[in-house]
């Protein structure tokens, strides 16, 4: 009841005082953290989004860039404003990095127009650096470039440890970094549609489970990617498995990462979580898979917010239509966006919440069961558009409280006799 208050208190300051500007959200500039929020203009920031790992991959046939204008138009009219999508392809089929340091302009055009078209939509980016997986490449491919080059490497979990292996990757993380859009004539690194830097989708190193493999290289690569762009977030690409302190929290499984160590790291700004109950307990029942959910965001908002002191982002969640139906599916995204709004609505550190995928209408091959074609699933985009909504009201809330602070401070020179301009 006190939010609502709050919310009330606002409404009937602004209309008794005169202070009737309609507040439109700002989203020009960058995003940066205070405490347990993310702030952009001066204004706490939640928001939320999808995942689209395909951007650039599409938009490097300049024939097919139309899929990711409707994306975003479609993003856009069920108030969505933050994608995340890999800025990394390594090795086979049309990459965007031929070999180290090797790169294809073509695709690299494709990331450039994806970014200037986010841009025009008002869509903030998270882009991820490299896979754990071997999809795309990923590390597998790193480790055997080194290979190659006669590297005595011996599994794809010395991508963490190899120091040419290492080197390979600061490379792309600076050609990334640098790249200036051919479009928009930006760099990469000084532009504000880029909201974060994710150093991996989902990094796992099983052959060392006390995570202190994947701490150090994240602590490496944090304070190097940092050493290059001052301006923008940075995240690990997490998917929120607890490390030996707090066992009992995961699924039945450990991969090498531990959630609180690894966002303690001073380079992070803001911790991620992955929700997947369907993969991490599968044969379990609808009923086991979302009182895991619940427990899962719970534990994960809390420890954000008391034990990291830092904003969380649930990058990715979903549900398989492939196994259960839309309402199953629905739920999901239900309990993801209650405990969001719960704690946002809160000044907390949930920041908000990318469903695994969005696709555009004509895109059959890239779907995995998890897509969601919003044109397709009225009821799941429905549920999206109101938890935009929500966030947004959020948002207008502390902007109309920004105003009447202004407002007052005005108020208060003006009865001491000066404009509070000149400092006296």
């Known amino acids: 009841m006190k939010h609502l208050g709050l919310a009330f208190f606002v409404l009937v300051f602004i209309h008794s005082h005169g202070i009737v500007r309609h507040v439109e959200a700002d989203d020009g500039g960058f995003v940066k953290t205070s405490g347990v929020q993310l702030m952009l203009n001066g204004s706490p920031y939640y928001s939320n989004g999808f995942n689209a790992y395909w951007l650039m991959y599409v938009a490097s046939d300049p024939s097919q860039r139309y899929k990711i204008s409707s994306a975003f138009e479609e993003a856009k009219k069920h108030d969505l404003t933050i994608a995340r999508s890999w800025a990394f392809s390594d090795g086979g089929y049309r990459p965007l990095q031929y070999s180290p340091g090797s790169y294809n302009e073509e695709m690299f055009k494709g990331l450039d127009f994806a970014i200037s078209e986010a841009g025009k939509h008002g869509i903030k980016l998270v882009l991820s650096l490299v896979n754990n997986y071997e999809n795309l490449g990923g590390k597998k491919q790193y480790v ?48 504000p549609t880029i909201m974060a830097w994710e150093l991996m989708n989902e990094p796992r190193c099983t052959s060392d489970p006390s995570g202190k493999t994947i701490q150090a290289w994240i ?79 719970d534990d994960h908002i809390q420890d954000a917010q008391n034990i990291l002191r830092k904003p969380v982002l649930f990058a990715e969640f979903g549900k398989s239509l492939k196994y259960s139906g839309n309402t199953q599916r629905d739920q999901l995204f239900n309990t993801v966006y209650s405990k969001i709004y719960s704690s946002a609505s809160g000044g907390g550190a949930a920041m908000g919440g990318l469903f695994w995928q969005l696709l555009a209408e004509g895109m059959d091959s890239f779907r995995d069961g998890y897509e969601v074609v919003l044109s397709e699933n009225p009821s799941t985009a429905s549920l999206i558009a109101q938890e935009s909504q929500k966030l947004i009201r959020i948002r207008k809330m502390y902007a109309r409280l920004k105003d009447i602070e202004k407002w007052k401070k005005a108020r208060e020179g003006r009865n001491r006799g000066y404009d509070g301009t000149n400092g006296k």
């Open 144 to 191: 055997d470039w080194a290979r190659s080059q006669g590297q005595h490497v011996t599994s794809d979990d010395d991508f963490f440890t190899n120091s040419v292996v290492k080197g390979y990757y600061k490379n792309h993380i600076k050609a990334v970094l640098t790249r200036r859009n051919s479009l928009t004539g930006i760099a990469y690194k000084d532009d």
């Open 219 to 297: 602590t490496e690569m944090a304070s190097y990617l940092k050493s290059i762009d001052g301006n923008h977030l940075l995240e690990a690409g997490l998917e929120g498995f607890y490390g030996g302190s707090k066992q009992s929290s995961n699924p039945n499984f450990q991969v090498g990462t531990d959630f609180i160590a690894n966002n303690q790291i001073p380079g992070i700004d803001f911790a991620t979580v992955h929700s997947y109950p369907d993969q991490w307990l599968q044969g379990s029942s609808e009923e086991s898979q979302l009182s895991f959910l619940n427990s899962w965001l």
